[in-house]
């Protein structure tokens, strides 16, 4: 088992900035992928950025050139770096893992921007 708690949300002006923290723990393999998602009320929850555990990332185009995934492999961290905030942006945001063929999810955290 994989355990994922996020940490960093908050309430924010738009065109401020975020900065979410994923920190694993558990059954940790060195192979695997971790990503954002998030999630506004009444709609489906979309991918926001994943990054391999080699670093190779790619975003959502509603967030290129205003977010940046990044990730510490010894210390089994993945953040989520969030500028240029825009109230389209507020949802629960979730922590997601991927190992061995199995998907794992952290509890979420909300970012609510305001206008």
């Known amino acids: 088992q994989v355990q994922l708690v996020e940490s960093g949300g908050g309430l924010v002006q738009a065109g401020g900035s975020l900065r979410l923290s994923c920190a694993a723990s558990?059954?940790?393999?060195?192979?695997?992928?971790m990503a954002w998602y998030r999630q506004a009320p009444g709609k489906q929850r979309e991918l926001v950025a994943t990054?391999?555990?080699?670093?190779?990332?790619r975003y959502a185009d509603s967030v290129k050139g205003r977010f940046t995934i990044s990730r510490d492999n010894a210390k089994n961290t993945v953040y989520l770096q969030m500028n240029s905030l825009k109230p389209e942006d507020t949802a629960v945001y979730y922590c997601?893992?991927?190992?061995?063929?199995?998907?794992?999810w952290g509890q979420g955290t909300q970012v609510t921007v305001s206008s």
């Open positions: 997601n893992r991927i190992q061995q063929g199995r998907d794992y």
């Open positions: 558990g059954s940790i393999f060195s192979i695997n992928v």
């Open positions: 990054i391999t555990n080699g670093g190779s990332t």
